[in-house]
């Protein structure tokens, strides 16, 4: 079982800046993966930026510049500082952590957070 806790969610004006966090936890092997989407209410999900364990990043065109997706590794945890915030930005934000847990047996997870709100509001 692997559970995903999110916080550093909120209210900011725009131009203004939040470090959301994702910390990984139960039976991991192995983590491939640590992305985060996020969903505006009457629109899709939409992958906003992801890291793989080797490092590697990838950004939404949307965020480029002013998104950074980053890991601690022996955490469990990955990051996005999210600055320079605009109104739509405004959404519920999901952290999803893909990998191989251990247990009787390996299996592989894909896990999804609960969800954080980020209302970005003057």
């Known amino acids: 079982q692997v559970q995903l806790v999110e916080s550093g969610g909120g209210l900011v004006q725009p131009g203004g800046s939040l470090r959301l966090s994702c910390a990984a936890s139960?039976?991991?092997?192995?983590?491939?993966?640590m992305g985060w989407y996020r969903q505006a209410p009457g629109k899709q999900r939409e992958l906003v930026a992801f890291?793989?364990?080797?490092?590697?990043?990838n950004y939404a065109d949307s965020v480029k510049g002013r998104f950074t997706i980053s890991s601690d590794n022996a955490k469990n945890t990955v990051y996005l500082q999210v600055n320079n915030l605009k109104p739509e930005d405004t959404a519920v934000y999901y952290c999803?952590?893909?990998?191989?847990?251990?247990?009787?047996?390996?299996?592989?997870?894909?896990?999804w957070g609960q969800g954080i709100q980020v209302t970005v509001s003057a």
């Open positions: 890291i793989s364990s080797s490092g590697s990043t």
């Open positions: 999803n952590v893909k990998g191989v847990s251990y247990g009787a047996s390996w299996s592989g997870y894909d896990s």
């Open positions: 139960g039976n991991i092997f192995r983590i491939n993966v």
